[in-house]
């Protein structure tokens, strides 16, 4: 049947993929929801029924992976754009995420997975970090599904002042992950489940014990902000629970920018994977990007937008960001010797791998997505060369250095197309736009009538909580409790 197959073809095709490399005007064949060949030429599938989908001189390469991203902050665009971390904390996400109804969370999601699609970006690991109710989970669940955005829908279990209290005890908060992934999720899902841990060192260790443990039976990917705060002991713990055996391989580390080389031992030990968000570690105060670190441990890390509170929620900014900030820092060890750096180290190359095959591999998919390899899941992005009026001399170095989400031309998830000719297609965007904008409206009153901390509030809150983490991790130690 011929609408079950898809021709990509007239454009510079980045596969990604070793032993295919670049194709200068090859085409891609789909077929269902798979990749079924790369040829050099269009001419190889001369014959064969299918849609063309013409690049018109474009750059072909795989979708996109962005390995965190909390799309239920959505609507709050921009919010934090002068914040630090302990800022961010205290008056956007505990202040806002308490007054965030699950009609609000259906809202957000569907407008983050969107934007994440309208991007290029075709697989998420969406960190939702605000289940309030049993329905906010299943409001995000079904946004995600209807985007048919490909991900990780990563439970939160950060606690909230939400009234009225959906969970009194942290147990109930893991039966209610449990329900979710019973009622919610199949095997073949294009949307599977995780869970995002509690921040490190904000609750009590036998909870958090309690959260791998749970996330062990469910058989599910788990992340954490692990080392998001150089320079403090909140959000550490590695020693601790690698102590008792609790962290499992392929736990997804987010930020990572304060581990000490013992730390890095630990992820790299535990066959730990990382996510980096270069925007919001820079700005809010968490520390460098740790992409060298990463390469050092061997650990090959992955991208990710975070929050659009801060920034802009397109991939290729980070890819952007990130390459030039490590680009920077390993010039200046150069310059520190009184001399000029003569080479770059890292190319526009690494930094496309790590958005791909870095992402992929990053939430356990690395077999289905992260290449356009035959056999792997159709997940294509076209990138139009319509804007510049010239064709790229070099397209990975425009797809990482000189790619906005403007320039996205054409985006396939599992072999279906979300956006063509620029623009999304089948969702009702009047409609989208309404309700997000009705959300907005209705958790900007809520929200008014809370407090905003001033600086000593901040600094008070802080320190609150580094106490709280000293007991939690000594916990660990406790008579009884220990190797
Ligand atoms: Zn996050």
Not at 122 to 139: E, K, S
Not at 272 to 292: D, L, N, Y
Not at 411 to 438: C, N, Y
């Amino acid at each position: 049947m011929s609408t079950n197959r898809k021709i990509i073809t007239n454009g510079y095709i980045i596969t990604m993929d070793d032993n295919l490399g670049d194709l200068p005007n090859g085409a891609v064949l789909i077929e269902g929801n798979k990749i079924v060949a790369v040829a050099e030429s269009a001419e190889d599938f001369t014959g064969i029924e299918a849609e063309v989908i013409d690049a018109e001189g474009g750059i072909i390469l795989p979708g996109i992976v962005d390995s965190h991203r909390h799309t239920w902050m959505s609507l709050l665009r921009a919010i934090s754009a002068d914040m630090s971390l302990p800022e961010f904390l205290v008056n956007t996400f505990y202040r806002i995420g308490s007054v965030v109804t699950a009609e609000d969370m259906g809202a957000a999601t569907l407008v983050g997975s969107l934007e994440a699609i309208d991007s290029g970006v075709t697989t998420i690991m969406d960190c939702c970090d605000c289940v309030n109710t049993p329905d906010h989970g299943i409001a995000a669940v079904e946004s995600l599904r209807q985007t048919g955005i490909r991900g990780v829908y990563a439970y939160g279990m950060q606690h909230y002042d939400f009234q009225p209290r959906a969970f009194h005890e942290h147990s109930e908060r893991l039966r209610d992950a449990e329900r979710l992934l019973k009622d919610q999720f199949s095997s073949d899902s294009l949307v599977k489940m995780g869970i995002l841990m509690s921040d490190y060192g904000t609750l009590p260790f036998e909870h958090s014990a309690a959260e791998f443990n749970k996330g062990a039976d469910m058989g599910v990917l788990m992340c954490s902000h692990t080392g998001a705060a150089t320079s403090s002991l909140l959000l550490k713990g590695l020693r601790e629970f690698k102590d008792h055996n609790l962290i499992r391989p392929n736990h997804l580390h987010i930020h990572c920018n304060g581990f000490t080389d013992p730390e890095w031992e630990i992820v790299k030990e535990t066959g730990g994977k990382v996510s980096i968000s270069p925007e919001t570690e820079m700005q809010m105060g968490m520390g460098h990007p740790p992409f060298r670190k990463s390469l050092e441990h061997g650990i090959m890390p992955s991208f990710s937008t975070d929050i659009v509170c801060v920034g802009s929620g397109d991939l290729f900014s980070q890819m952007r960001l990130g390459l030039q900030f490590q680009r920077t820092i390993d010039n200046d060890k150069v310059h520190a010797n009184g001399t000029m750096p003569m080479t770059i180290d890292l190319s526009v190359r690494d930094a496309l791998r790590w958005a791909t095959q870095g992402g992929a591999e990053a939430l356990g998919l690395g077999d289905e997505i992260g290449s356009l390899t035959p056999g792997k899941k159709a997940d294509v992005i076209i990138v139009s060369a319509k804007r510049s009026f010239v064709p790229s001399s070099y397209p990975a170095g425009t797809v990482v250095l000189q790619t906005t989400a403007a320039d996205v031309d054409t985006v396939i998830i599992d072999g279906e197309i979300k956006k063509r000719h620029g623009e999304l297609v089948g969702q009702d965007l009047f409609l989208v736009r309404a309700r997000a904008t009705q959300a907005l409206e209705r958790m900007r009153k809520a929200a008014e009538k809370l407090p905003l901390a001033d600086a000593a509030g901040i600094k008070q809150w802080w320190t609150i909580g580094e106490r709280m983490a000293t007991k939690s991790f000594g916990e660990a130690y406790k008579t009884g409790l220990m190797v």
